[in-house]
Antibody
Framework: QVQLIQSASELKKPGASVKISCKSS????????IGWVRQAPGQGLEWVGW????????TFAQDFRGRFVLSLDTSVTTTFLQISSLMAEDTAMYFC????????WGQGTLVAVSS | SSELTQDPTVSVALGQTVTITCQVDTVRSDYPGWFQQKPGQAPVLVIYGKNNRRPSGIPGRFSGSRSANTLSLTIFGAQAEDEADYYCYSRDRYGNQVVFGGGTKLTVL
């Protein structure tokens, strides 16, 4: 069955970096892009961007250009979201989802930024 | 940029029909969709695509439609377990950027 399994929660200090992962299984990894979505506490869904799993080329929403990096390792069917220069406002749950329609989701990774 | 506008809250009596709407600006919506999210859980896709398809496992009481610049999610005979936040979603006119609506909290009375 299709599964997206995300890495564990992270607690970081402001200014630090974090790299979270999303491992796909149960389907051909390169048949679908992987999208990332942010949800701040008590807030709605925000699209971060997605990565083409064939080319490795990412696309970001306007608000997420600069400090956010998407990458992948096809050999282990895993995509990564790295955030640098973390700020308190980056505290959120980060979800990965499969394909154009985000038809399967990971369980989410909580990134908490606090001094 | 594109905007998707939803009513923040909607309520429905148990067993009745409710429609949640999403106003779309001049965005091209070849990839519209609706997600259901319950507290503490990841979103679940309930309706997707131009033809408003339901993924396997989604009950038939969920239905999607579009008229002009409005996407609609209708739940026929709402059940207690349908109480959740619902988000519409679409791609922008260039087909690259994804946009979510602000979400609608559905209460089943």
């Amino acid at each position: 069955q299709v599964q997206l399994i995300q890495s564990a929660s992270e607690l970081k200090k402001p200014g630090a970096s974090v790299k979270i992962s999303c491992k796909s299984s149960g389907y051909t990894f390169t048949d679908y892009s992987i999208g990332w979505v942010r949800q701040a506490p008590g807030q709605g869904l925000e699209w971060v961007g997605w990565i083409n799993t064939n080319t490795g080329i990412p696309t970001f929403a306007q608000d997420f250009r600069g400090r956010f990096v998407l990458s992948l390792d096809t050999s282990v069917t895993t995509t990564f979201l790295q955030i640098s220069s973390l700020m308190a406002e980056d505290t959120a749950m980060y979800f990965c989802g499969r394909g154009d329609f985000l038809d399967y989701w990971g369980q989410g990774t909580l990134v908490a930024v606090s001094s | 940029s594109s905007e998707l506008t939803q009513d923040p809250t909607v309520s429905v009596a148990l067993g009745q029909t409710v429609t949640i709407t999403c106003q779309v600006d001049t965005v091209r919506s070849d990839y519209p969709g609706w997600f259901q999210q319950k507290p503490g859980q990841a979103p679940v896709l309930v309706i997707y695509g131009k033809n408003n398809r339901r993924p396997s496992g989604i009950p038939g009481r969920f239905s999607g439609s579009r008229s002009a610049n409005t996407l609609s999610l209708t739940i026929f005979g709402a059940q207690a377990e349908d109480e959740a936040d619902y988000y519409c979603y679409s791609r922008d006119r260039y087909g690259n950027q994804v946009v979510f609506g602000g979400g609608t909290k559905l209460t089943v009375l």
